[in-house]
């Protein structure tokens, strides 16, 4: 194939994306539609393409051309495809890649929070939640286990940060998902998706709460899940506003889970 490029200079412009840009360089906040995101892996890869985002260029181990990302090599071979050996890839992204492939892909412009959830019944709410692996954890929890969107405060790590992309197992590209303005967190939020039909549940540590088990609890037909960051947890105003507070009952001592080990036990009973 024309389009597969024997890597012989790292410092060539095309290899940035994967060795020396930022996170933060890549998301390009001044030039949002000119941003970009790396998959990892051949099965990410493959769920990010079925999800129709445009891929810009492939980064692969020599002997997953015709391996493992077989498929992938046939579906992009309309852009370049970086190869070289292990070692050699390993020296120029500084880490080992997953299943040795990476892909560049364009971002696309997020969707507003009405047109995520005007047909949905069951929303997860991710309120600062900083941590990569959380947000990852959370996403393939929620696409598992029948969560329709997920919103996220501007505060939160960004769903398509390499690292919570490969710990979600690119369910971020399944589960429909979008930032909420800040000016409209928590007050004007919470008041548009009560518009919507929905009551809101705070999942957080209080006395004055009910049990994830509580019946009118369960069956509301249209449920928002609030999850806070670990330690702080949610903002007070965020729990005074919501419809619930929900506490998941512990024993041996423990106070609470990990938010994303908790939001898989909500998911479950709530869902």
């Known amino acids: ?7 012989t200079d790292f410092n060539a412009p095309e290899l940035d994306v994967y060795a020396r840009l930022t996170e933060n360089q890549l998301l390009n906040r001044h030039e949002p539609e000119k941003g970009i ?3 990892e892996s051949p099965k990410v890869i493959e769920r990010v393409l079925d999800a129709g985002y445009e891929p810009i260029s492939l980064l692969l181990e020599r002997k997953h051309i015709s391996g493992e990302a077989k498929h992938i090599v046939e579906r992009c071979n309309n852009i370049p495809i970086f190869t070289s050996d292990f070692e050699i890839l390993k020296n120029l992204t500084g880490f080992e ?8 892909m364009r971002r696309r412009t997020l969707p507003s ?5 005007k ?13 990569p692996t959380n947000v ?16 996220l405060t501007p505060a939160c790590t960004n769903p398509l940060y390499r690292r919570a992309i490969r710990v979600s197992m690119g369910t971020v590209f399944q589960v429909p998902w979008t930032f909420i303005e800040t000016d409209h967190w928590p007050l004007d939020q919470l008041k548009e998706l009560n518009s919507m039909g929905f009551k809101t549940a705070a999942m957080a540590l209080t006395d004055n709460s009910v049990s994830i ?18 330690g702080e947890g949610l903002l ?34 709530l869902c």
């Open 1 to 7: 194939m024309t389009n597969i490029i024997e890597i």
């Open 37 to 39: 995101f790396i998959a």
């Open 97 to 104: 890649l997953t299943r040795g492939a990476l892909c560049a």
């Open 113 to 117: 929070v009405y047109d995520i959830c």
């Open 119 to 131: 047909s949905a019944k069951r929303v997860a709410i991710l309120e600062s939640i900083m941590n």
């Open 136 to 151: 990852g954890a959370i996403f393939r929890s929620a696409a598992a286990l029948n969560i329709d969107a997920v919103l």
């Open 213 to 230: 088990d509580n019946k009118n609890l369960i069956s509301e037909d249209k449920l928002a899940i609030i999850l806070g960051t670990e």
């Open 236 to 269: 007070d105003e965020t729990i005074n506003a919501c419809d619930y507070t929900v506490k998941i009952p512990m024993s041996h001592g423990v106070d609470s889970l990990n938010v994303a080990a908790a939001s898989a036990v909500a998911f479950w009973q």
